[in-house]
């Protein structure tokens, strides 16, 4: 049954900031082969992944958080290079001498360092498969007829933790190459209105993808119970609304 509950399967738990930034984040807990897997819904399109004792955070953006309060990062995957996915300060604040930067040839020439990966790569970091997938637009553009993300700027990823693949899809359309992607288990899917998916590309893109956990995310004030209603024949996707800030 595709379930919109803040509860079902899911950990509530607080992650209080210091006074000034009183944020509260929603958690969810899944299992895997390897142990459990948190995942931290900080807002927008920044997540927080914590397994086997290592962090992993997708795209850090301090307008949302305050990151020299939380864990420090093993993995930091970031998918384009908007200022609102690749903030500086917020990599700072969460990185070490070992933290591995996964980054875009965008961000580079930003004059962010850290490992560079092209759609298409697949590379193990710190235990981890990580693979950088397609993430552009094809029909929500910019006046001047220009994409809002070009097609090869941008990544998303497809992290295998555990028995489990995890796609986390960046700044997209519904493209194309969705249907290659095979054994997807939990899936992040962008909504956030004009520059990713409207409610019905998230829920083609779902359908090709057929994750087990749909989570959509990084959709602003876009209507997601219009989502779960396109998705309710479907009860193999269990798609779960949570707060994105």
């Known amino acids: 049954m595709i379930k919109k509950s803040f509860l079902a399967c899911a950990v509530l738990l607080a992650l209080a900031l210091p006074a000034g930034a ?6 969810d807990t899944i299992s895997t082969s390897r142990g459990d897997l948190t995942i931290t819904f ?28 939380l864990p420090k990062a093993d ?27 996964v980054i875009t040839q965008g961000c580079e020439k930003q004059g962010v360092q850290g490992i560079i990966m092209k759609n298409g790569d697949v590379r193990t970091i710190d235990g981890l498969e990580i693979e950088a997938v397609p993430a552009y637009n094809v029909v929500n553009k910019r006046p001047d007829g220009q994409p809002f993300h070009p097609k090869g700027t941008g990544n998303g990823y497809v992290i295998t933790i555990g028995d489990k693949r995890v796609y986390v899809a960046g700044d997209t359309e519904n493209i194309p ?6 054994g997807i288990d939990i899936a992040f899917l962008p909504m956030n209105l ?15 993808i057929k994750p087990k956990i749909l989570y959509p995310y990084h959709f602003g004030d876009t209507d997601t119970a219009r989502l779960v209603d396109l998705l309710k024949k479907n009860p193999a996707i269990d798609v779960r609304i949570r707060k994105m800030n």
Do not use: C
């Not at 900080?42 to 020299?68: C, E, N, Q, R």
């Not at 995957?77 to 591995?100: E, G, I, N, P, Y």
């Not at 190459?177 to 095979?182: P, R, V, W, Y």
């Open 177 to 182: 190459e969705m249907k290659k992607l095979a």
């Open 22 to 27: 009183q944020n509260v984040f929603q958690k």
């Open 42 to 69: 900080i807002g927008h399109a920044s997540l927080m992944f914590s397994f086997g004792g290592k962090t992993i955070y997708v795209d850090p953006w301090g307008k949302l958080a305050d990151y020299s309060t």
């Open 75 to 101: 993995i930091v995957l970031v998918t384009h290079d908007h200022f609102d996915h690749l903030d500086r300060k917020a990599l700072k604040d969460v990185a070490t001498d070992r933290t591995s930067i």
């Open 194 to 208: 004009p520059y990713t998916m409207t409610s019905e590309m998230a829920a083609e893109a779902a359908l090709a």
